[in-house]
């Protein structure tokens, strides 16, 4: 087996303030090897937001480390980060007169001159973006003037075109209605296949999720469990997933069901 | 296809910019005909002697810092917007002008109260110069360390007005105090004034105004990444405490030395900038840095010529022309927001 492109090992994760270490998951041993969608779920503030931090060295670990290609995360400067790691925020856009392909044209920022001018070869891996995430059509429209949906896949061809091994996602899937959930679901299975990249997305559509993904990083309770979803099934992970023990997971019908209202 | 309009558009500003610094030298109390502008510049013999000395002596040198104060206030003022995403920002909305002005009045109404040969040096242009420089660049540090306790860009403007108003209290007990001679002085600072300057200062402001370009010049890529937001450009590998100490580095040379030469120049930083995007209709820094130094250029020389009053030989203080075009702009740029919000 090859290396994996990331990997924890005995990762503590939380918040460190002068007086107070407040640990929000330990344990955690995770590995997250190319061409694999894994998905991130979890209860609201059960620390998805924390561990993803983590992992792409925004935040520091209490304890552990975390391994981008076998160096520490916090170990890259910011520009060899940036050709590691790409990420899709939920933070709105500020206004700007960004037209479509200049957005998707900034992802290649690590790789252009001191002026940021394009190559032929940058060009290329723009509209090889665009081409993938189906939004070539939308490239002179402005950024502002596209659907919710054909804006977040905007920013996954953003990511794309910044060409680095690991992508992450967080809740990417959160202002979409049901059809363009399953689109960008989709998309994201074809890309991570297509281009062996590992694509780690949090969300909270954790049936889609389990249809789709090829592993799954279930957290709850400080831990946090990655898998394949039919293990995960099986091993009962799902059922202790939120707190609230009138919601389970039906093996049967592999979504969750709520009983006694 | 946009690329076309674009340098057509560019040709057109560069020729207009030309024609208005041309007018600019043959228009004024004493108009002079355009042969003999043009032999003055050449250094040839104008018709009457005088014409060429008011040529070289005076109205060159004036133009030249029209020019000068447009392009680094304007370009101030693209780099405040971005960095703070606020189409309000601008040099003079976040108190750096204020901040001149009171570093200038300390030197000019209080340099009494240091002994001897430092006061004389003080108040000669280069104490002056350094003052407000330092003025500009200390107000810059305050917004700063404001805007990264506060996430919320309106309360950084809301603390550069305050601190404006705070200056303006300072600088009035300062004047109460001031014998007639100094406030005469501060006042004709504070108006603006972009004649009276011997060559060799057009000379150092001309090399303060490059040097803060240039600076600028290196902040094109970080900005281009800033309009993603600040966690986005981060993750674009940007360094972004060293683009938002480099951005405000830039503005400050550039606001601090025009200021000190041409006294405080409201409007045409927060203006300009807009003016650019709503002629190119795009984000591109590289685009719109080389469009707004042009349009910068173009918007002060304007102002300049109206401050000569037709068929009188009154001159209005610049920054009242500035002030009376800039305001109703920045009113109508407000409700046109509005009207994109309600569509």
């Not at chain 1, 060899?80 to 037209?99: F, H, I």
């Not at chain 1, 996602?169 to 296949?193: I, M």
């Not at chain 2, 040099?91 to 001897?116: K, Q, R």
């Not at chain 2, 927060?270 to 003016?275: D, R, S, W, Y």
Request: charged share 15%; aromatic share 8%; net charge positive.
């Amino acid at each position: 087996m090859t290396d994996p492109i990331l990997h924890t090992r005995d990762l503590s994760i939380g918040y460190q303030s002068k007086k107070h270490t407040t640990v929000v998951a330990s344990g955690i041993d995770l590995s997250l090897g190319s061409a694999k969608l894994v998905s991130l779920v979890g209860a609201n503030g059960v620390g998805k937001s924390t561990l993803l931090r983590t992992l792409t060295g925004i935040q520091k670990p209490i304890s552990g480390q975390v391994l981008l290609e076998n160096k520490i995360v916090t170990d890259y400067s910011p520009s060899q980060l940036s050709k590691k790691l790409s990420l899709v925020l939920t933070e709105k856009l500020p206004p700007s007169n960004l037209t479509v392909f200049e957005l998707v044209a900034l992802g290649r920022q690590p790789y252009t001159n001191w002026v940021g001018k394009l190559t032929p070869e940058d060009i290329s891996k723009v509209n090889e973006a665009l081409h993938l995430t189906d939004t070539f059509h939308l490239s002179a429209k402005k950024h502002f003037q596209i659907s919710d949906g054909q804006l977040q896949n905007v920013l996954v061809a953003r990511a794309l075109a910044q060409d680095t091994p690991l992508i992450v996602l967080d809740e990417p899937t959160t202002h979409l209605d049901f059809q363009h959930k399953v689109a960008l679901f989709r998309l994201l299975k074809k890309l991570s296949s297509e281009t062996e990249k590992c694509i780690l997305f949090s969300t909270h559509d954790i049936e889609m999720a389990i249809e789709l993904s090829d592993e799954i990083i279930a957290m709850n309770d400080g831990k946090a469990i990655q898998d394949t979803p039919s293990k995960l099934i099986e091993s009962g992970g799902f059922d202790r997933l939120f707190a609230d023990d009138n919601i389970v997971f039906d093996k049967q019908k592999g979504r969750f069901v709520f009983r006694g209202i | 296809m946009s690329n076309k309009k674009n340098s057509s558009l560019f040709i057109l500003l560069a020729l207009v910019a030309g024609l208005l610094f041309v007018w600019d030298l043959a228009y004024g109390p004493v108009s002079i005909p355009l042969k003999d502008v043009f032999s003055s510049i050449s250094g040839a013999e104008a018709s009457k002697s005088t014409w060429e000395y008011i040529i070289q002596n005076y109205r060159l040198p004036k133009a030249t810092t029209a020019v000068l104060a447009g392009i680094g206030l304007s370009v101030s003022g693209l780099l405040m917007q971005t960095l703070f995403r606020n189409p309000l920002a601008g040099p003079d909305v976040l108190g750096l002008s204020s901040g001149s002005s009171l570093s200038v009045a300390f030197v000019v109404m209080g340099a009494g109260l240091i002994p001897g040969v430092l006061s004389t040096w003080m108040l000669s242009s280069y104490g002056i110069i350094l003052a407000s420089c330092v003025g500009s660049f200390v107000v810059l540090l305050a917004v700063l360390a404001v805007s990264q306790r506060m996430r919320d860009t309106m309360g950084i403007l809301i603390v550069g007005l305050m601190f404006g108003s705070f200056a303006s209290a300072i600088v009035s007990i300062l004047t109460y105090f001031s014998t007639a001679e100094q406030l005469q002085k501060y006042t004709f600072w504070a108006m603006g004034n972009l004649g009276n300057l011997s060559w060799l200062s057009v000379l150092i402001l001309t090399v303060c105004v490059v040097f803060g370009l240039l600076v600028s010049v290196f902040c094109i890529k970080p900005l281009d990444a800033l309009l993603l937001g600040e966690n986005y450009a981060k993750s674009l590998g940007l360094n972004y405490r060293r683009t938002q100490f480099t951005i405000i580095a830039a503005t400050s040379i550039l606001t601090g030395s025009i200021t000190a030469f041409a006294g405080p120049i409201a409007f045409i930083g927060l203006t300009v900038p807009h003016m650019v995007k709503l002629l190119f209709r795009t984000s591109d820094h590289k685009t719109l840095f080389s469009a707004t130094m042009l349009l910068g250029a173009v918007v002060l020389l304007v102002c300049d010529i109206l401050c000569q009053f037709p068929g009188s030989d009154v001159t209005l203080p610049i920054n009242a022309i500035t002030s009376l075009i800039g305001a109703p702009v920045v009113i109508w740029l407000l409700l046109r927001k509005r009207n994109t919000f309600d569509r």
